[in-house]
């Protein structure tokens, strides 16, 4: 193995009380324990989720998980396996994704550290940028709709089920309404007017400019009724999906617990509703790795910047316009 500089570029968060970030010149390249099964990555792109900069503060990980943590983001990665365990399915030189466990230092920067149950050959048919785009939003939206709404992961066996998901556009949301689609499902999404198109392109069924029509009154046209809503955005959003579904359906929130936003009016429904943070898994990562290769489905990536404009790209993912995941590219490619 090539011997590996000691310091590294990085993007650092001085404050958790602050979203500010900066760049650092002098991050040490981690050194890992391969009997915890750690790699290190040599990162080629990373991406950025909304609102990640805020989740050490609202949601501070147990203190006997963190391992020198430093404030790095990112864990959306994808990236060339420069070392490893001598028994890792993983071996320098193989092209990996990953979601990153965010108890651990993040991925922007240009060396990072993954361990092998969370990582997956990366698919070759995409771009670093679009690989990086991948893990997070897929493995939310598998979770969802394939472990928590219990449908079964495979093609057909949602046949005769109506899916509701919100925000189709979003990183997740597009994940969300190819899987639902693949299952087999009638699906419904939302989103607003610029994206209806892409959106149909995705497999919905039926799209719904939430600028125009609400949930809400979409679902009392006619009766509309569905048997699983996938909500991405929450707010509004989710408690108008309360009056879409049916008696004896899930409603599933990756962004607020769906029961917060309960109508009053709907307070003795027959609803299953939870909320759930997703966990990394390679072996569902590699599933749709599959899927992806088979030409069935993309990630949606909204702009990819060089790892020096870092605040231009975390400025457009705090503007709320991305639609689809903001990359940054790490190593020249």
């Known amino acids: 193995m090539a011997s590996l500089p000691k310091i590294q570029k990085a993007i650092f968060q001085p404050d ?8 650092i010149n002098d991050h040490p390249v981690p050194n890992i324990n391969k009997d915890l099964g750690e790699h290190l990555i040599q990162v080629k792109a990373t991406a950025i989720t909304n609102g990640e900069l805020l989740w ?42 990953a979601r990153s466990n965010y108890v651990r230092t993040g991925c922007a920067r240009e060396y990072s550290v993954l361990v092998t149950e969370e990582m997956a050959e990366r698919p070759k048919s995409l771009s670093w940028a679009e690989s990086a785009a991948v893990p997070m939003s897929a493995e939310t939206a598998w979770q969802a709709l394939f472990v928590h709404a219990g449908v079964e992961a495979r093609s057909g066996s949602a046949d005769g089920l109506k899916v509701l998901v919100t925000a189709a556009s979003g990183g997740v949301g597009v994940w969300m309404t190819q899987l639902a689609k693949w299952a087999g499902a009638e699906v419904i999404a939302t989103c607003g007017p610029r994206n209806i198109d892409s959106v149909k392109v995705l497999g919905a069924d039926e799209v719904l400019d939430y600028t125009k029509t609400s949930v809400k009154e979409w679902s009392q046209k006619g009766g509309n009724q569905v048997d699983i809503v996938l909500d991405c955005v929450g707010g509004a959003a989710l408690a108008d999906s309360w009056w879409a579904a049916k008696e004896g359906a899930t409603v599933i929130g990756i962004f607020q617990p769906p029961s917060s936003t309960r ?20 072996t569902q990562l590699k599933q749709v790795t599959e899927l992806i290769e088979h030409g069935s489905m993309r990630p949606s990536v909204d702009s990819v910047f060089p ?18 995941k903001v990359v940054l590219e790490v190593a020249h490619q």
């Open 16 to 23: 958790k009380m602050s979203t500010d970030v900066v760049m």
């Open 263 to 282: 109508p009053d009016e709907l307070r003795e429904k027959n609803v299953k509703n939870l909320f759930f943070i997703m966990a990394s898994n390679g």
């Open 56 to 97: 050490t503060k609202n949601f501070p990980p147990p203190a006997h998980l963190v391992v020198n943590k430093v404030l790095v983001p990112c864990n959306d990665v994808a990236g060339v396996v420069v070392d490893g365990p001598a028994s890792s399915p993983f071996q320098p030189g193989a092209e990996v994704y």
């Open 307 to 324: 790892f020096a404009d870092f605040q231009q790209a975390f400025s457009k993912v705090k503007s709320g316009k991305a639609s689809g």
